[in-house]
Nanobody
Framework: QVQLVESGGGLVQPGGSLRLSCAASRTASTMGWYRQAPGKQRELVATMARDSSTNYADSVRGRFAVSRDNAQNTVYLQMNGLKPEDTAVYFC?????????WGQGTQVTVSS
């Protein structure tokens, strides 16, 4: 079993920034973030493999940046230029061997 501990999130005004962090209890091949807005399906935000290759949703590319610290099994999501449509519960994701693990989620609300 792998535990994912998320931190960050909260309420921010449009145009603002937030940083999410997620620490895994084991080494993961791919780590990243998904999000789910009310009434919508969970969707990819950004992921990063151990070789630092990344995958971003078109809606966040250029505004969000995913990074990771392999020594600490931690992944980060720097979110800049936040928009109201970024409001969602953000879930940390980690793939360990062939199993996908999810964090409990952290709320991000973008509102004036």
């Amino acid at each position: 079993q792998v535990q994912l501990v998320e931190s960050g999130g909260g309420l921010v005004q449009p145009g603002g920034s937030l940083r999410l962090s997620c620490a895994a209890s084991r080494t993961a091949s791919t780590m990243g973030w998904y999000r789910q807005a009310p009434g919508k399906q969970r969707e990819l935000v950004a992921t990063m493999a151990r070789d630092s290759s990344t995958n971003y949703a078109d809606s966040v590319r250029g505004r969000f940046a995913v990074s990771r610290d392999n020594a600490q099994n931690t992944v980060y999501l720097q979110m800049n230029g936040l928009k109201p449509e970024d409001t969602a519960v953000y879930f940390c994701y980690a793939r360990v061997t062939i199993i996908n693990y999810w964090g409990q989620g952290t709320q991000v609300t973008v509102s004036s």
